[in-house]
């Protein structure tokens, strides 16, 4: 309703646009479910074509993103914000749609959310199982007893996942980029900075890993739980979650460099498959060096 409002390239709150921009660029880069599917990479040249297609599809994808936004823009005469918040405009927008336009976008919305939640509790439920309690706790653990342990945490996860749903649902984190922010920033802020200085440093001590863990799990759940006491600028899950993230790309060097870094042995272990020699096919390898 004010004109000239929409003039602004960066519209009229670059700095909480600036955050939803990090939490959704740094956020994939530290969500375990999206990490593990980098291990069905069959060689280098798969990288170089999933680079080429990958980047394609986030400019279709970001794009059709932010002109379906700016044409929202055409229904707010038939939709009560202040009533029924931001999340009402997509549904009103699919409205005038024929019933078999809904019912492919009903499919597409559900599969997209289960890929997620299969991908995520799989991951969670495997190391819970493997890393933790077989590794700890029952170290003669059977096979059949691991695959047994890891259906039933599939179900603990989705019925918890299931639960939290309802529980926000009631309470007044109700829009879907705050819910995205809440679990984004506590899962991709535990884990970005350990992953990504993993990769490329031996450094990255034990305690820096938990440090991050800890503050970005803290942070947000402080955040759904006491948020009047943030600062204003973080009240929003979006940029406490984003927040979150950068923070874990501090704390972990400077953690790493005044606590005791990890087992020389363990570290040269992990990273001995860099020096490993595979004979393949030359059509396979990016070397054109005969």
């Known amino acids: 309703m004010t004109p000239g409002i929409f003039a602004s390239f960066f519209g009229t709150d670059p700095l909480n646009l600036l955050f939803v921009v990090i939490l959704t660029?740094?956020?994939?880069w530290g969500l375990p479910q999206m990490v593990q599917k980098f291990y069905a990479i069959k060689n280098e040249q798969a990288i170089q074509k999933g680079t080429v297609i990958s980047t394609l599809f986030a400019f279709v994808v970001a794009g059709g993103c932010y002109f379906l936004g700016g044409f929202g823009r055409l229904f707010s005469d038939q939709i009560d914000i202040a009533a029924?918040?931001?999340?009402?405009?997509?549904?009103?927008?699919?409205?005038?749609?024929?019933?078999?336009?809904?019912?492919?976008?009903?499919?597409?919305?559900?599969?997209?959310?289960?890929?997620?939640?299969?991908?995520?509790?799989?991951?969670?439920?495997?190391?819970?199982?493997?890393?933790?309690i077989r590794d700890n706790f029952a170290k003669d653990m059977k096979e059949s007893q691991q695959v047994l342990l890891i259906r039933a945490l599939v179900v603990v996860f989705i019925a918890?996942?299931?639960?939290?749903?309802?529980?926000?649902?009631?309470?007044?984190?109700?829009?879907?980029?705050?819910?995205?922010?809440?679990?984004?920033?506590?899962?991709?802020?535990?884990?970005?900075?350990?992953?990504?200085y993993s990769l490329y440093s031996k450094k990255v001590?034990?305690?820096?890993?938990?440090?991050?863990?800890?503050?970005?799990?803290?942070?947000?759940?402080?955040?759904?739980?006491?948020r009047p006491i943030?600062?204003?600028?973080?009240?929003?899950?979006?940029?406490?979650?984003?927040?979150?993230?950068?923070a874990g790309l501090v704390i972990v060097p400077i953690i790493s460099a005044i606590t005791p870094a990890p087992d020389k042995k363990l570290?040269?272990?992990?990273?001995?498959?860099?020096?490993?020699?595979?004979?393949?096919?030359?059509?396979?390898?990016?070397?054109s060096e005969k």
């Open 205 to 226: 001590s034990t305690a820096s890993c938990w440090v991050c863990f800890l503050f970005c799990s803290v942070l947000m759940s402080a955040n759904m739980i006491v």
């Open 160 to 196: 918890i996942s299931a639960v939290l749903a309802l529980v926000q649902y009631k309470s007044s984190v109700t829009f879907i980029a705050q819910l995205m922010g809440v679990s984004w920033g506590a899962m991709a802020g535990a884990f970005l900075a350990p992953f990504m």
């Open 230 to 246: 943030f600062p204003a600028i973080l009240q929003s899950p979006i940029n406490a979650g984003a927040f979150a993230m950068l």
């Open 267 to 287: 570290v040269d272990e992990a990273f001995k498959c860099y020096d490993e020699k595979i004979l393949v096919p030359l059509s396979t390898s990016l070397n």
């Open 84 to 132: 029924n918040g931001y999340d009402s405009i997509v549904p009103t927008m699919l409205s005038g749609l024929s019933e078999g336009m809904i019912a492919l976008v009903v499919i597409l919305v559900l599969s997209a959310s289960m890929s997620t939640l299969s991908s995520l509790v799989i991951v969670s439920a495997s190391t819970l199982t493997l890393d933790l």
């Open 25 to 28: 660029s740094l956020g994939t």
